[in-house]
């Protein structure tokens, strides 16, 4: 974050996060799942540690229907600032990337023109 904030000569005080949770029901099932989350645990501490309050938004987006119930039960156990930043999405949702992102950013694959070869997990 410094890097990009020094390369283009502003401040980055606020983050979005987004996340596609395509895959997530069958990760769960054949236990995949279980390897990504000691990483996501660390994540969310540092972030939590070092860069508190710097989330703007959260949009988890192809997330299956019984994930969404589960969270309906979740968002009640969340501060509700925190709460308030998470959005959930059934499918891909461009017209919110668009909101909150250029599209020289969003990958292509979700209807951008980012080309940039992400990792999956």
Known sequence: MRQI???GGVAVDRIVYFADFSGVVSSIMNRKIWKV???LKRLVKKVESHYPEIVDHITL???P???SAAYKVV???LD???ADKIELFSGVP???FNELM???VIPKEYGGSNDIDYPQT
């Open 5 to 7: 904030s020094m390369r």
């Open 37 to 39: 989350i000691p990483l």
């Open 61 to 63: 987006f192809n997330v």
């Open 65 to 67: 229907t019984i994930a």
């Open 75 to 77: 968002r009640g156990f």
């Open 80 to 82: 509700p600032v925190t």
């Open 94 to 96: 461009f017209e919110r």
């Open 102 to 104: 250029k599209e020289d």
